[in-house]
């Protein structure tokens, strides 16, 4: 019997009246904190405060256990027992696994701390566990206790408003909250996005303006003053580039659906098993990274070529982005870990404002080689549109970086 659209409602109406038994509402305490974090005139404050709360945490945490704990057992223990046992000192393999060190008056110096003795037993080791490991569980543990009570779906219906207008919607403040553990599960994470015009300038501003964890844990140690202007002048960046690539990228950017579900008391059971994978998957593809950074970093210092890039590149790095040339060595390590290279930076004699140029441009700069990766497997279309945009955004945001310094009396 065929039925039209009238009497299948009432079909419907008839179905769920004997079948469906309706109980009486009562508004708990709950819910009201639901709709408050919901709706922009408290939830946007709330929101504010959980992020506060989030990044003081995650500061406090990571700065107790590298400095309350790695820093004295990596420089008062292991480097000076790797200095002496190590054979060699003084020559190519000690200064690439070791300590680099440097001569004076025809003798070789020793390093006083793993932080600039640019070993591979020493910095790549003490950046990778001392850190920002400690980073890395603090951030996943954070992030993983926000999505078990229910507040991230809240804070992506926040967000929607201010990331249409970069086209995006609500929802990608979640790969953007990942890349700021690692930016690898950040472009993974593009995938939830509908469309390819949203994947594609997800990708790119996750590539070019998001910092990852350990690299935010490395400037939390070397440039804890700086921090501030760093990641504004990121946002920044975020949002300009965004909205210019929402209006040159053909596509759409349609709305989104996301069911918003109550608060829950949060399971360690889930908590657990999500910051143990995140985490497992830092010393697969992090740590292996690290160590090879500081090796083949560590081969292009004693061939010359950071020297002869330096050189090189002087032209550009002085004049157009006002910082050192010798800026030029952390550049090449950041393709291979962005922390690295900002562990490298802190060697460098350098104003307050280069500094911070430096690092927004070590920020900007390429991709690290494990989220090249990643973004390959996206599509080498893709890639090669967002490395296209990555070295307009370099030259061009790294320029007025430093015609603002200039205007402003600090460059």
């Known amino acids: 019997m065929k039925l039209n659209t009238g009497e299948r409602w009432d079909l419907i109406d008839r179905i769920s009246k004997e079948t469906v038994t309706f109980g009486a509402y009562q508004h708990t305490l709950k819910d009201a904190i639901g709709e408050l974090t ?31 704990f790695f820093v004295r057992l990596f420089d008062v223990y292991w480097l000076p027992w790797l200095q002496e046992v190590f054979p060699g000192q003084g020559d190519w393999l000690y200064a690439i696994m070791v300590d680099a060190g440097g001569f004076e008056s025809g003798e070789f110096v020793l390093s006083s701390n ?10 790549g080791l003490f950046v990778a566990i001392g850190v920002v490991l400690p980073a890395i569980i603090i951030f996943y543990l954070m992030l993983a206790l926000l999505e078990d009570i229910g507040y991230m779906p809240r804070l992506a219906v926040l967000l929607d408003t201010v990331l249409h207008r970069v086209g995006l919607h609500g929802y990608a403040i979640v790969p953007t909250i990942l890349s700021l553990g690692c930016n690898v599960p950040g472009v993974t994470a593009t995938r939830i996005l509908e469309t390819k015009k949203q994947r594609f300038i997800m990708m ?38 965004g909205y210019i690539l929402n209006k040159i990228v053909p596509g759409k950017a349609p709305e989104f659906l996301i069911d918003v579900p109550p608060y829950r008391r949060p399971m360690l059971s889930n908590i657990g098993k ?11 593809v992090a740590i292996p990274f690290v160590l090879l950074g500081c ?3 560590g081969v292009l210092y004693q061939l010359g070529v950071i020297r002869f890039l330096g050189d090189a590149l002087a ?10 040339k010798e800026t030029a060595g952390p550049l090449i390590a950041a393709f291979l870990r962005k922390d690295l290279a ?27 080689v494990a989220t090249f990766a990643m973004m390959l497997k996206e599509g080498w279309k893709e890639l090669l549109g967002a490395l ?18 200039i205007l402003l009396g600090v460059a």
Request: some cysteine; aromatic content about 16%.
């Open 204 to 241: 790119t501003l996750l590539a070019i303006f998001i910092p990852c964890g350990a690299q935010i844990g490395i400037m939390q140690d070397v440039v804890p003053g700086l921090m501030g202007w760093i990641l504004l002048y990121l946002i920044i960046g975020y949002f300009i580039f």
């Open 274 to 284: 999500k910051v143990w994978g995140r985490i497992a998957g830092f010393f697969k």
């Open 114 to 123: 793993c932080l600039e003795s640019f070993g591979v037993l020493t910095s």
């Open 342 to 368: 900002v562990a490298q930076l802190s060697a460098i004699t350098m104003t307050p404002y280069q500094m911070i140029t430096a690092v927004v441009l070590v920020s900007i700069y390429f991709p690290c």
């Open 295 to 297: 090796a083949i970093v």
């Open 388 to 405: 296209a945009v990555l070295t307009v955004v370099v030259f061009t945001y790294g320029g007025l970086i430093h015609l603002i310094g």
């Open 38 to 68: 919901v709706k922009p005139m408290t939830g946007i404050p709330v929101a504010i405060a959980v992020m506060y709360g989030f990044w003081s945490v995650f500061g406090s945490f990571a700065g107790f256990f590298t400095d309350g």
């Open 315 to 324: 032209p550009v790095f002085v004049g157009w982005f006002g910082v050192p």
